[in-house]
């Protein structure tokens, strides 16, 4: 997988390497999936012509690879969202139907950050994966799992001594989606940041909710689910709440019966139900 991290409108040297070790990595191996170039960001006259380069000469590219980092002034997480459609737009121009992998995201570079370990990232973190639900992105890889040293940084998921940081229960919340699978009609999420998904398991047992609050003025919310999968039958009602005090813990559960469920809770951003 290349590597390039150059705002440059051409770059015929890195062209001609990638376009050499991919062809060389074909001969060796056909199975192999070679592709690139890990761009950061997606500025369109470098995609373009690398593409461009790619199609014209017959270069083996099984994927095309960029990287996003959030913007901590606006903690902008639907913006992964419009860089990958253009990413889209770019390969449909070249006549390429490729898969896209975001192979490096996070809320911010460079660090040190705050953002790493707190509240806000984690809300970032959880409206970043559920708008991320809507792109054609393929694989997304987070930067990064463990703190390490690189350049002193702290952008790691977890500390060092094993502890989870606020993001890294965003991503357990997201687990918990990823276990009712079968994804439900659900509105609510806007473009500024508050985002909702929703699931059922495939036996139809469970429904999962994912609320995720990033810096609104919002001080809660009216869930409201109707056609419940198991009809007139009991059912129980847990609340888990990700913020500044409380770790993904179960805040409330409460027995209920029937086809629709309806509550009023409060969440005040950063938050994640």
Sequence with gaps: YFYQHLYVDIDPE??????????TLKVYDPSLRIGGPGTAGAPANWVTNFLAYCRNNQ?????????MYGDTLRCDAYNVFRMSAQVEQLLGAQ??????????????????STFYENMTGAAYTASFLTYMQNTTIAQAH?????????????????????????PGFSF???????????????????????????????????????LSDVASSST??????????????????????????????????????????AVQEAMDAPSVH
């Excluded at 890195?14 to 991919?22: E, G, H």
């Excluded at 390490?148 to 790691?156: P, R, V």
């Excluded at 009609?185 to 998904?197: E, N, P, Q, R």
């Excluded at 009809?231 to 019966?257: I, K, N, P, T, W």
């Design 59 to 67: 270069v083996p590219l099984d994927f095309f690879s960029w990287h």
């Design 172 to 210: 357990l919340a997201f687990r918990r989606v990823i276990e009712t699978p079968l994804r439900l009609l659900c509105s609510g999420t806007d473009t500024l940041g508050t985002t909702a998904i929703a699931g059922k398991a495939p036996g139809g047992d469970a429904v999962t909710v994912l």
């Design 14 to 23: 890195f062209n001609a390497l990638y376009d050499l070790t991919a062809r």
């Design 142 to 166: 987070r930067y990064r799992a463990n703190d390490h040293g690189f350049l002193g940084t702290d952008a790691g998921t977890w500390y060092w001594d094993g502890r989870t940081k606020k």
């Design 220 to 261: 809660g919310y009216d869930l409201e689910v109707s056609n419940l999968p198991w009809g007139d039958a009991g059912f129980l009602y847990e609340r888990f709440v990700l913020d500044e005090s409380h770790d993904l813990e179960l805040m409330e559960a409460e027995s209920g019966s029937g086809s629709t469920f």
């Design 95 to 112: 006549g390429l139907a490729i898969p896209q992998y975001l192979t490096e995201w996070n809320i911010t570079i460079p660090p040190p």
